[in-house]
T-cell receptor, first 115, second 114 residues
Framework: DSGVTQTPKHLITATGQRVTLRCSPR?????VYWYQQSLDQGLQFLIQ???????AKGNILERFSAQQFPDLHSELNLSSLELGDSALYFC??????????????FGNGTRLTVT | AQTVTQSQPEMSVQEAETVTLSCTYD???????LFWYKQPPSRQMILVIR??????QNATENRFSVNFQKAAKSFSLKISDSQLGDAAMYFC???????????FGTGTSLTVIP
């Protein structure tokens, strides 16, 4: 068990809808990362937060947004969903900036299906 | 930005044999960390092994070991006595000295043949 909790595990929704994915990082971890993994694809980095502040942005669409709250949990909001947004969305956490010896600890992912 | 390359999209190994998965990276940093992650069919991401760039000694975790060649910027993963449960996608990852970013390779799909 990585200690990173993602909810929900599965999400099925229709095109054009909006969904929110939730992540609770491992206890003591200040950094949260979001990744998208489409079927048989690698990991696409979306965005990173550290202690409530956005630290890095990857290939995140404008329809997607995220935030990290004071209790360090994070939410990824996906809106105007398209079929191509169907993927496994991972949240991962790490101790924080500067402690680069710390690995990423991944949650089990949220499997999003857009119909 | 750093890049991580896994040149073998697919590999296969006979059960009980040894297999080596390759990974190279491009960086101008002198200190960094390298990781191998395993993603089995359940699609969980599991940390397999990590290597500190300043350490010359190669990391080992049970049947998993790395061959870290800093000058060549190479970080291969050796799996000894391969087991059916080793069948998975394996991702190599680089963590920059600044600590912000993790860079992942595109993965190598390992099949273990009984």
């Amino acid at each position: 068990d990585s200690g990173v909790t993602q909810t929900p595990k599965h999400l099925i929704t229709a095109t054009g809808q909006r969904v929110t994915l939730r992540c609770s990082p491992r206890s003591g971890d200040l950094s949260v990362y979001w990744y998208q993994q489409s079927l048989d694809q690698g990991l696409q980095f979306l965005i990173q937060y550290y202690n409530g502040e956005e630290r890095a942005k990857g290939n995140i669409l404008e329809r997607f947004s995220a935030q990290q709250f004071p209790d360090l949990h994070s939410e990824l909001n996906l809106s105007s969903l398209e079929l191509g947004d169907s993927a496994l969305y991972f949240c991962a956490s790490s101790v924080g900036v500067g402690k680069y010896n710390s690995p990423l600890h991944f949650g089990n992912g949220t499997r999003l299906t857009v119909t | 930005a750093q890049t991580v390359t896994q040149s073998q999209p697919e590999m296969s190994v006979q059960e009980a044999e040894t297999v080596t998965l390759s990974c190279t990276y491009d960086t101008s940093e002198s200190d960094y960390y390298l990781f191998w992650y395993k993603q089995p069919p359940s699609r969980q991401m599991i940390l397999v092994i990590r290597q500190e760039a300043y350490k010359q000694q190669n990391a080992t975790e049970n049947r998993f070991s790395v061959n870290f060649q800093k000058a060549a910027k190479s970080f291969s993963l050796k799996i000894s006595d391969s087991q059916l449960g080793d069948a998975a996608m394996y991702f190599c990852a680089y963590r920059s000295q600044s600590g912000n970013q993790f860079y992942f390779g595109t993965g190598t799909s390992l099949t273990v043949i009984p």
